[in-house]
């Protein structure tokens, strides 16, 4: 498999391995051995999940001769200013169709997006059919332009992750131990996908894939890991491994949906902090992590589970959702 995978074209942006962290203070509090695998330190733009999706995806973009990328996500995404990262490193043009929710201040990722000079188009419209209409006026302009999918939720993008699962792997039997569970936050559920799929398909069976859902609800969280793995391992040229019983997503910790943010969230981002010195959003890390929380509380992992946490990313949120946030902490006394 990891043969396979090595032939997909690819362009570097940034260092592998991230750090597998332990979490000491964390672990002792939730009853579990819980580690950080640190895909928030990655160095581009300020980091995320999003930069090995992209190391797959402007391969196959520059690989082809495409000289643009279009890519659309929520006001707040940290994907789309990823995309707009990458495309300055790999010499692209970027647009950004972005849609709510979100405020339109010029903070947090969106002033990252116009300090990366990308060009941000913003729609309250499907838009899937906005990128295409887009695509169509650089066509006709000469331009070449190639569409990532939200999230970089498609099968090339999904093979960052699959990458990943090899390398977690490889740093785990480093340290001479095994895990239980690798627990993520399910977005566009493409990096749920790549790993699930990378760890079957390295044969590694005994480590469950909790997706915790920002958003979706859980049979059509469960719907798009299944889809991604099924397109993946047929780009790979492998029969998916995936059995339908490994697909574990929990849509508990939604907490009102998308982009909504709550004490719980606050409270966990609060924990993780002030135990670890570990930031996460609002939006994605924070409700998986309160998920974990929650999960660990509640037995879900039996006593002393190593138990690794996927940290995508996501920091700049904070700062675009930082009144939000303040009164949570001001207002409450946990
Ligand atoms: C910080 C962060 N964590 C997690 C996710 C979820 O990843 P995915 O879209 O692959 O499910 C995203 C993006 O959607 C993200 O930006």
Do not use: W
């Not at 480093?174 to 990378?198: E, F, Q, R, S, W």
């Amino acid at each position: 498999m990891l043969a396979r995978l090595s032939s997909f074209p690819k362009y570097a942006l940034g260092t592998f391995p991230t750090p597998l962290e332990q979490a000491p203070r964390l672990s002792e509090e939730l009853g579990i051995e819980l580690m950080f695998k640190r895909d928030d330190a990655v160095e581009l733009a300020l980091g995320g999940n999003k930069v090995r999706k992209l190391e797959y995806l402007i391969g196959d973009a520059l690989s082809k001769g495409y000289d643009t990328v279009i890519t659309t996500g929520a006001t707040h995404s940290n994907h789309a200013r990823l995309t707009a990262a990458a495309a300055v490193k790999a010499g692209l043009r970027a647009y950004l169709v972005l849609t709510p929710p979100g405020s339109r201040e010029l903070k947090g990722n969106l002033l990252l997006d116009k300090l990366l000079g990308a060009e941000v188009v913003f729609t309250e419209s499907d838009p899937v059919k906005e990128m295409e209409i887009l695509a169509e006026e650089l066509r006709e302009k000469g331009l070449k332009p190639y569409v990532i999918p939200a999230g970089g939720a498609s099968p090339v993008g999904v093979l960052g992750y699959v990458e990943a699962a090899a390398e977690l792997m490889e740093q785990v039997r480093a340290l001479g131990k095994g895990i239980n569970y690798v627990v993520l936050a399910d977005g566009t559920c493409a990096m749920h996908a790549g790993l699930l799929l990378g760890l079957r398909a390295l044969g590694v069976e005994e480590v469950g894939v909790v997706g915790i859902s920002v958003g979706k609800a859980r049979g059509a969280a469960k719907d798009v890991v299944r889809r991604l793995t099924n397109e993946a391992a047929e780009l790979l040229g492998i029969e998916n491994p995936v059995r339908e019983g490994d697909i574990v997503v929990v849509d508990d910790y939604v907490f009102g949906g998308y982009g909504n943010i709550t004490k719980e969230v606050v409270e966990a981002m609060r924990l993780a902090a002030t135990k670890e010195a570990i930031i996460l959003d609002p939006v994605y890390t924070g409700k998986a992590f309160a998920g974990l929380i929650d999960l660990a509380r509640n037995g879900y992992f039996p006593r002393g589970s190593v138990v690794v946490f996927i940290h995508s990313g996501g920091s700049p949120i904070v700062f675009q959702y930082d009144e939000q946030i303040a009164s949570f902490l001001q207002s409450t006394t946990f």
